[in-house]
């Protein structure tokens, strides 16, 4: 369960902080086309002005600190003490108005993102040993079918856009039967609308609106699983001897289904895009299954899917990277920076065959609880080696440079990923 969360940014948005706000004289909007399409460079120009903690500001011109080093993300991490996760210690709070884009994941709720101490080790404990019952060979064989049936909708015409058809529906339907929705009369579309919208919101969107659906959704499946129990997430959750009560099962409901769907779909697609477009995977990429394991590991490295988690916030008065922390200062962790962080890789040589110290998944207490990862990663894997064998011969339909990344200081995905392929006859 990935720390995931945000608002779609408006590269015409010009921010400009509330008045009485502490922003830093040189803080940097979150914004702009070329940040959007290569967020590296941003990532580069604020490491040389301001190194490893970086003065930014958020949507409406709120101020935080962007967290870019490694050393420094790994702290933050694994200072609960220093840098806590319950949100009402902002000193922000009379500067954010209703309508925020990111209050529905920054706003405190009785969620286990929020808890802490006894309380978190409670709830995750909950979360842990509900994602353990899943069966991850039959996850796999549950995944290869709907990538099959989702492939069977598009593999006669011989062209397809995969982000919609294929990378954002598979790992929603997948979470849909872990956690024991039927997959009829379930608009997994909806979800996925709903989920994209409260987590990168476009013009014009309520991403408010948009998570009350979710939740209101969850909550109507946690009634009916009190009544009809099965063996999946929810009945395991309502089980345990924690006794959860229905609105915090509700909430962490939403943590599970979010990182299950949004992340990994990305995590799908932008492996697809660097087999489809790197040399080095491209003259294997049929049926490779080295490569394909490669491919997932150096995305989480280079292009993970949650480029940036909304936040800590500090304890007390404090010192990091340089920079004085004010308590109540909220810390944005710059895990896509982090990864990339060149203290770490001195020789450019970023995320090494083998190496998974990425903090893709975060870090200490707050990371995604095991076996979350695992789980996501039999999702993805199962997508892409289902369809590359499927069509051994999928090929980009337009010039790599022409992919677009989706606008987003959040989420890091593409906006489209057209294909072709020699058609198959069913």
């Known amino acids: 369960m990935t720390e ?27 914004s702009g086309l070329e940040y959007q399409q290569s967020p590296s460079a941003l990532y580069q120009s604020l490491r040389r002005v301001h190194g490893p903690v970086a003065p930014v500001l958020l949507d409406g011109g709120v101020p935080a600190w962007l967290v870019l080093g490694y050393p420094e993300v790994s702290y933050v991490t694994t200072h609960d003490e220093l840098f806590a ?77 995969l982000m919609s058809a294929y990378a954002h529906e598979l790992p929603m339907r997948a979470a849909v039967e872990m956690c024991g929705m039927s997959a009829e009369g379930v608009d997994t579309g909806e979800l996925v609308r709903d989920l994209q919208t409260s987590l990168d919101a476009a013009e014009g969107d309520d991403p408010v609106a948009a998570y009350v659906r979710v939740g209101e959704r969850l909550e109507q499946l946690v009634k009916y699983k009190r009544e009809h129990p099965g063996s999946d997430v929810v009945t395991r959750m309502l089980s345990h001897p ?21 992340p990994t779909a990305n995590w799908i697609c932008n492996t697809l895009r660097l087999l489809l477009t790197d040399d080095r995977f491209a003259l294997n990429v049929s049926g490779g ?20 988690f909304i936040g800590r916030w500090a304890v007390r008065d404090t010192l990091l990277g340089g920079r004085r922390i004010k308590a109540g200062d909220c810390l944005v962790l710059g ?22 110290a990425h903090l893709s998944f975060s870090n200490g207490e ?58 198959v006859l069913q």
């Open 242 to 262: 924690a006794g959860l009560a229905d609105e915090e099962i509700v909430q962490d409901l939403i943590s599970i289904v979010a990182a299950a769907q949004q």
């Open 289 to 308: 299954r080295v490569s394909v394991g490669q491919a997932l590991n150096e995305v989480l490295w280079l292009d993970t899917p949650t480029q940036n």
């Open 85 to 161: 996760r319950d949100s009402r210690r902002w000193n922000q709070w009379e500067n954010i108005p209703q309508d925020w884009p990111l209050l529905p994941y920054v706003g405190y709720q009785p969620s286990v993102l929020f808890t802490e101490g006894a309380e978190h080790q409670r709830r995750a404990g909950v979360i842990t040993q509900a994602l353990e019952g899943i069966d991850q060979f039959e996850l796999a064989t549950n995944c290869g079918r709907i990538a099959d049936e989702l492939i069977d909708v598009f593999a006669g015409t011989g062209e397809a856009e």
């Open 4 to 30: 995931a969360t945000g608002s779609e940014t408006r590269a015409t948005e010009q921010q400009a902080a509330p008045q009485g706000c502490p922003a830093h004289p040189d803080a940097v909007p979150l």
């Open 335 to 356: 895990l896509a920076a982090a990864n990339t962080d060149p203290q770490i890789w001195p020789d450019g040589h970023v995320g090494a065959e083998g190496n998974g």
């Open 366 to 423: 707050h990371r995604c609880p095991y076996p979350a990862p695992l789980l996501a990663d039999v999702i993805a894997r199962t997508a892409i080696e289902t369809l590359l064998e499927r069509l051994p011969d999928v090929v980009l339909a337009v010039e790599p440079e022409e992919l677009l990344w989706r606008p987003s200081i959040w989420m890091r995905g593409l906006t489209s990923l057209p294909v072709r392929f020699t058609p």
